[in-house]
């Protein structure tokens, strides 16, 4: 393990908890590894030469002198560095179309090759870091054919979430809740087709929980809030709060997570609904299938008619919502608390001292 006078370092994406990434694979990382006896703090990049393993985030600011800059220093300093990846920046073309897609013609091309060279720059730091790790396993095997030296480590979602355990039973409306970073709305179209075909059928609302403004143009000018109000059934939506954001997501009977056909994501949406005991809909995403049986624990669906049908069936019995909720619960109780993955990231760290020694 680190010496007692370096520590290991962990810099987030951002400083803002309210970012997903930040939180769940930067402070929530810290404060796993803090409470297994590990010496870890979140640090600055500069800081590299005090750490003896450096995690390092995604970091929002850093141009590419500066993370050559970094590396040569870590390399310096016997510094091992950990270069944690949650976002599939191997698909740099998809992601460019949909963000400029809206915008004036002559704004595209300058934005798209902002797309291009920051790939460029984070391919140089994965084949240079001495181990990546991803939120998932397909992010995996497009990291791998760059660097061998990778795994995967699931996010931390916090443990405060296993503290809630839902009680199905029979009532006026049945609450379908989507929650998810503020520029992922686009994600829910599917979910909002399945919901107007069954409109007429039950009593239902969809609860959105995010934050009101986005980061890249969907639907024009409008904000999340009156993208929901807008839908043609009953709505609310709940300005995205970290510190009330277990009661918010509690308020759940149904937790719902769409996603497009080739997205990579993590399955850390689903899992904060199953910490809960509230049965999950998703997409065939791959993470989301490694933790939901289909039909035990949760429904996998892809197209609006089985969205339609796995919702319409989970409003419409109480009893299923409880059984599925209560098998997800314990699917992922052993596996998913914060000590469990900060035992993988102390194993990692563990094995980078010795390969260092």
């Known amino acids: 393990m680190p010496s007692a006078e370096r520590i290991v370092g962990v810099v987030p994406f951002s400083r803002d ?7 769940m694979r930067g402070f929530e990382v810290a404060r796993a590894l803090s409470r297994l006896g590990v010496r870890a703090a979140i ?38 560095v950990v270069f944690d990846l949650a976002d599939n920046i191997f698909a740099w073309r ?18 798209c090759l902002r797309f291009w060279w920051e790939q460029r ?3 140089d730091v994965v084949r240079d870091a001495d181990h990546v790790t991803t939120s998932s396993r397909p992010l995996m095997d497009l990291v791998s054919r760059h660097n061998p030296r990778c795994s995967v480590i699931p996010d931390i979602v916090g443990d405060r979430y296993f503290e809630f355990c839902k009680e199905h039973g029979p009532g006026e409306t049945v609450r379908v809740l989507w929650t998810g970073y503020r520029d992922n709305l686009p994600h829910a179209e599917v979910l909002f087709e399945a919901l107007k075909r069954i409109g007429g059928q039950h009593r239902f609302e969809l609860c959105v929980v995010t934050s009101e403004t986005r980061t890249s143009p969907y639907r024009g000018t409008e904000s999340n809030r009156e993208i929901v109000a807008g839908l043609p059934f009953q709505t609310c939506f709940i300005p995205w709060d970290r510190d009330r954001a277990c009661e918010d997501l509690f308020t759940a009977d149904i937790g719902v997570a769409p996603l497009q056909p080739d997205s990579i994501k993590s399955s850390n949406k ?10 999950v809909v998703a997409s065939p995403n791959y993470e989301y299938q490694q933790l939901v049986e289909n039909g035990r624990t949760g429904f996998i669906c892809s197209s609006p008619e089985e969205w339609a049908e796995a919702l319409d069936r989970l409003i419409g019995s109480p009893k299923l919502r409880a059984e599925m909720g209560a098998a997800g619960r314990r699917a992922i109780w052993s596996t998913h608390r914060s000590v469990a993955i900060g035992q993988q990231w102390k194993a990692l760290i ?7 020694s």
């Open 270 to 279: 689903i899992v904060v609904f199953m910490a809960m005991g509230i049965p």
């Open 17 to 23: 908890e309210d970012n997903p990434a930040s939180r």
């Open 94 to 111: 998809r992601l460019s179309c949909q963000a400029v897609r809206h915008l004036p013609a002559w704004h595209r091309l300058p934005r």
């Open 121 to 123: 720059v984070m391919l």
């Open 350 to 356: 563990a094995s980078l001292m010795t390969q260092r």
């Open 43 to 80: 640090v600055e990049p500069e800081q590299v030469s005090d750490c003896s393993v450096l995690i390092l985030g995604r970091y929002a600011r850093y141009t590419y002198r500066r993370w050559r800059a970094l590396l040569r220093e870590a390399h310096r300093a016997g510094t091992k």
